[in-house]
Structure formats: structure tokens, C-alpha cells
């Protein structure tokens, strides 16, 4: 069974920076899709950023470009999210997502191409 445990969450003022965990076990694929997902009060839920494990590629939402960067350590079977610059409106949970295999049903960015979810961890920016 994968499981995905975020960690690295917490408060920082506006321009400050963060970065974090997304700890994966229970697979053993070579190629997968994982992501950072978040949602704020109210609002749905929205990705983030992506990568693809077979090539590296990454993907951005285009609020976050040039201040959030998605990367992966395979050794250690994680993914971080770098997150400078941060700012109020950056405020909510994060979600780490992955998807098996060397394909997705749709765009990187949407929720349903994803099989394992984690349970999150709250990012707080304060102005």
C-alpha cells in the first residue's frame, strides 16, 4: 500500500520561505507522476506543481513559477516543494498526490489522474 506523509508546513511571513516533505513508501516503480496539490478555506482544491520521475520534467501552476520549486530525492523515496517568496494569498493545506505507472489520465493537474493522496500539512503566510 502507498502511503504519502507530508511534512515541513508551518507560519512565515510574507517573503519568507519554506520547504516541504513528501516522505512515499510502499512502491517500488521506477516511473510516477507526483504532485503538490493545495486548498484554501473555501476554495478548491488546486495543483500546484508536478514531476514526472522518468524524465524530471516539472510543472508549475503559473502563480507560483519563479517562487516554488518541485523536486525529488529517490534515494530517499521524497519529494520537497521549495516555496520562496511566499505570500498571503499562498495561505492553505498542502497535499502531496501520486500516480503509478508512466502515464496520466488528463493533465497534471487534476485531481482524479491521482491515486494516493497524503493528509496534508498547513502552510500559514501572515503579512
Known amino acids: 500500500q502507498v502511503q504519502l506523509v507530508e511534512s515541513g508546513g508551518g507560519s512565515v511571513q510574507a517573503r519568507g520561505s519554506l520547504r516541504l516533505s513528501c516522505a512515499a513508501s510502499g512502491y517500488g516503480h521506477r516511473s510516477y507522476y507526483m504532485a503538490w496539490f493545495r486548498q484554501a478555506p473555501g476554495k478548491e482544491r488546486e495543483g500546484v506543481a508536478g514531476?514526472?520521475?522518468?524524465?524530471?520534467?516539472?510543472f508549475y501552476a503559473n502563480d507560483v513559477k519563479g517562487r516554488f520549486t518541485i523536486s525529488q530525492d529517490n534515494s530517499k523515496n521524497t519529494l520537497y516543494l521549495q516555496m520562496n517568496s511566499l505570500k498571503p494569498e499562498d495561505n492553505a493545506m498542502y497535499y502531496c498526490?501520486?500516480?503509478?505507472?508512466?502515464?496520466?489520465?488528463?493533465?497534471?493537474?487534476?485531481?482524479?489522474?491521482?491515486?494516493?493522496w497524503g493528509q496534508g500539512t498547513q502552510v500559514t503566510v501572515s503579512s
Open positions: 498526490a501520486a500516480k503509478l505507472g508512466t502515464g496520466l489520465a488528463g493533465p497534471w493537474n487534476l485531481q482524479k489522474v491521482y491515486d494516493y
Open positions: 514531476i514526472y520521475s522518468g524524465t524530471g520534467t516539472t
